[in-house]
């Protein structure tokens, strides 16, 4: 590439102080008190773990997160007020059983093996699993009233291997990525019978290929293939067009850079 091929952009002054004023308001934005809480559990072995509500003399509600399934003679490891739900992160647990009995926000499991895991409450967001190993998971929810209030929105298994859904609930939503022995087990809420069982996930996969599958209780099993290639995105350059007295001259406005192919472990 000779020198002549490359120029330098001059950006106007008041595209500069727009790009001063995004990055004051990302700022604000991630620094903000009043941003949703991030739970962080890591590391724990061999334990339960109870994701629950309590509410003191006051009147004011908190959630709070135990170990052990006796919330009222434990200490809490974490206990905050609920005035808005929280985001729980469990990474690296082993052999451990963890009971999730508040609303909550969203929830990730990474990298977590051998473990039992209860939702007993609705989810308003995701609940992603991301490499983990031979854990069972049950969701143990009513039945909203509305269809569209569905308890699991969404559940993300990524890099995954040996992982049993018991699903008591209606209907759910799994994205699947690269992972295998993923099973979807329809469980009858009141007498606990397993009515039917599917493999949601499969042995050789394509690296860019992710699958949607829905496990219902009334709906039946499907599931559709499709590709989530990151560097898909088009290049889009943006230009002011020439004017009349200098129609030689155009100014680039921004552009989409090109994206190499990565895939991330």
């Not at 559990?41 to 061999?46: Q, S, V």
């Not at 989530?228 to 230009?239: A, C, K, R």
Request: glycine share 4%.
């Amino acid at each position: 590439m000779t020198s002549e091929s490359v120029f330098a952009l001059d950006l106007n002054e008041a595209f500069k102080i727009r790009l001063k004023q995004s990055v004051e308001d990302a700022k604000r934005k991630i620094t903000k008190k009043d941003a949703t809480p991030t739970i962080e559990i890591t590391g724990e072995k061999g334990c339960s773990i109870v994701v629950g509500d309590i509410i003191d003399e006051k009147g004011i509600e908190f959630v709070v997160i135990y170990r052990g399934n006796d919330t009222k003679h434990h200490t809490p490891i974490i206990k905050i007020p609920k005035d808005r739900f929280p985001y729980v992160y469990f990474g690296n647990l082993n052999e451990c059983r963890i009971f999730l009995k508040s609303k909550l926000l969203r929830v990730m499991f990474d990298r977590c093996d051998d473990c039992q895991v209860s939702v007993r409450t609705p989810i308003i967001g995701v609940i992603d699993f991301y490499k983990c190993k031979r854990t069972n998971v049950s969701f143990r929810i009513a039945d909203p009233v509305l269809p569209q209030d569905a308890p699991i929105p969404l559940v993300t298994v990524e890099d995954c291997m040996n992982i049993q859904f018991h699903q008591s609930v209606d209907s759910i939503l799994f994205v699947v990525k690269m992972s295998i022995d993923i099973y979807g087990i329809i469980v009858d809420a009141v007498t606990g019978q397993r009515l039917s069982r599917h493999d949601l996930g499969k042995i050789i996969w394509d690296s860019h290929e992710q699958n949607f599958v829905t496990l219902s209780k009334t709906a039946g099993f499907m599931s559709v293939s499709s590709d989530y290639s990151l560097h898909q995105i088009s290049h889009t350059v943006f230009i002011n067009p020439p004017d009349e007295e200098h129609d030689d001259h155009i100014d680039i406005l921004g552009s989409t850079p090109p994206m190499r192919h990565s895939y991330i472990n």
